[in-house]
């Protein structure tokens, strides 16, 4: 027989449990992981804390040995921004966390001695400023801190990339079309995102119905090609439609966008609701078609534009444009580059070089987004609010959920009160968070 090889890792309360089978049967697993169609961590492997790094497994390993099992206090962060010009971030994620360490605290933890506080999802952010603070033994919780990280990175620099495009689009539409190029199995992660960063729609099914909204969405190249000309997938799209779908031609695929323009109106007729620019010179094209639309009366016909746009071209266009689908640039936006830090160890500060050392607090000066981190429970008034709130209280949530539009209003709420430096698209200078021991 093969010489036995430990395979599979699995957390079963705050233990690890290293069940050791052959190598035939390792062959088995192996063969069995791959006979799934498509390649994706699945729920339970999540909770199972197998979607994790190997050195954290050997870390446990070596605490159980040696017997530790210490109480810590564990601060989420960034050092900086992954887009040179952003002036500040928006927090994303946090109910996937929640709804992670909830569950570690009911069937995971030996203990109900989890805490958890963080900034509210949509909340602006800055660099070195926590924006999530976990209290609790580092065995019951720490192996979840790839999952953790990843929540929040990936969904908080889609969001920061939306709300940029959200400001510069001022009351223009704004829609995400970027799923495609993503994984799907992350298309409600990116949709979610889109739309509580301020989007006013997303276009995967999948992904607006997790939110409970209706995607949108026009007319694709293949439509016009499977017909063979414009004017017959301009008729059917019209003829065959629900009258509540908008009529949005996309007027690029045979001829010049100002001819198939031309055709959709003679097609849809009053029931033309917009038309959609998918590539070319979208500046010059747009203010072309729109002189073409109302010098024929038809001023309220909408001006869409898609095909690799970002927060730039969207300023540059939205003289011309009255609506944006965004795609590739904000489903595939830089994450931000969170770090989950060790910075109390059984009630002792301690923290790795770098690291402010101790639980720390931050408070905004109302209205001018201007933070304060200060030691945790030293109280800051005049002017000053919290903006980490405990939502994990001894292994229970004590928050009530927020829906999506619940974060989207806080996100266009704050865009208001954004000063001009930070609405800009380009870095400015100045540092709005300062420590205060």
Known sequence: MAKNTAINVRIKYKYI???????????????????????YCDENEILDGRATDAYFLRTFEVLKAKRID??????????????????????????EVINLLSYVAENVAESNSLNVW?????????PNEPVLRIEGRYTDFGIYETAILGFISYASGIATKAVRSRIVANDKLVFSFGTRRLHPSVAPVIERACYAGGFDAVSSIVGAEYMG??????????????????????????EVLPKEVPRIALVDTYGSPKEETLLALECMGPNLYGVRVDSGNLLKVGKE????????GREDVKLFASGGLDEYEVKRLAEVYDGFGIGTKVANAPVMDFALKIVEVDGIPRAKVG???GAKDVYRLKNEFRDLVVPKGKEITNGYKPL??????????????????????????QIKRLPDDLKSLYKKDGDRVKFFS
Not at 289 to 296: G, N, Q
Not at 390 to 402: L, M, N, T, W, Y
């Open 17 to 39: 449990i290293l069940i050791t089978v052959s190598k035939s049967i390792y062959c088995i697993f192996l063969e069995w992981k791959t006979m799934r169609r498509f390649n």
């Open 70 to 95: 210490k109480r810590v206090v564990m601060e989420a962060m960034i050092k900086g921004f992954p887009d040179k010009d952003y002036n500040f971030g928006v927090f994303s994620g946090i109910q």
């Open 118 to 126: 963080a900034m509210q999802d949509g909340e602006i952010f800055f």
């Open 213 to 238: 909204k209706n995607a949108v969405g026009t007319m694709p190249h293949a439509l016009m090609l499977l017909f063979g000309n414009s004017a017959d997938a301009f008729h059917a799209f019209n």
């Open 289 to 296: 078609l729109r002189w073409e639309l109302d010098i024929r």
């Open 355 to 357: 690291n402010y050392s």
């Open 388 to 413: 980490l709130h405990q939502v994990i209280r001894d292994g229970k949530v004590i928050k009530a959920f927020e829906s999506v539009d619940d974060a989207r209003e806080r996100v266009l709420s």
